[in-house]
């Protein structure tokens, strides 16, 4: 993080968080880290709930989804791809514990007056860092990572995919972050004592 100049105003915490989630993103959708089934499963369902909206415009509903797909409704409660509107919720809802302090859903917003200098700032080292350092994480957190960033999946929608609750994801992806965070050895107080302006959000 030689790079960053707190001349420019920025807090670290931002700008760390900056490059992170874009590189992040960036990389994951270039990897495939997803098991060969699960990408299956959210391509027949996106193709399933495109061919339905082509028929009936976006009056889609999640029987008829089912249905196209031959499934029930138990089953298809279990494959990635579900409407946005089954997140809709309260931003203020609490979401799970983690490092000891209540995360809301608002809380993984990315926040938009955030500075963001990492379309400036980002060079191909700092990519490669980031591609280390996933890894050398478990499959399972960058499985969570690649739904989220990469398929744009809710976390409950994810929660539905690995068969855990919603706030189990909330845990698993801020683990992730975090573990992210320590393979590239950012100072570990950082920004400590303050609300994170990068939210993590899409």
């Not at 960058?142 to 690995?162: D, S």
């Not at 909330?170 to 990068?198: M, N, Y």
Request: charged share 30%; proline share 3%; hydrophobic share 35%.
């Amino acid at each position: 993080m030689e790079k960053y100049n707190p001349d420019l105003g920025v807090n670290f915490k931002t700008y760390a968080g900056s490059r992170i989630r874009g590189a992040m993103i960036d990389e994951i959708r270039k990897l495939n880290w997803l098991p060969r089934t699960m990408w299956q499963k959210i391509q027949q369902v996106n193709n399933a709930r495109e061919k339905l909206q082509g028929e009936y415009g976006e009056q889609v509903t999640s029987e008829m989804l089912a249905g196209a797909l031959g499934i029930s409704m138990s089953e298809l409660h279990k494959l990635a791809g579900q409407t946005h509107s089954l997140a809709v919720s309260s931003l203020d809802e609490t979401l799970g514990v983690a490092g000891g302090e209540q995360v809301r859903r608002g809380d993984l917003i990315r926040d938009p007056d955030s500075p963001d200098p990492l379309d400036v700032l980002m060079k191909k080292e700092g990519r490669a860092a980031i591609v280390q350092a996933l890894n050398q994480i478990s499959e399972r957190d960058r499985t969570v990572l690649a739904l989220y960033y990469q398929e744009g999946l809710t976390l409950k929608e994810i929660g539905r995919v690995l068969e855990v609750s919603e706030s189990r994801v909330c845990q698993l992806h801020t683990r992730a972050l975090e573990r992210v965070r320590d393979k590239l050895e950012l100072p570990a107080g950082a920004g400590a004592g303050k609300k994170t302006e990068w939210k993590g959000g899409k």
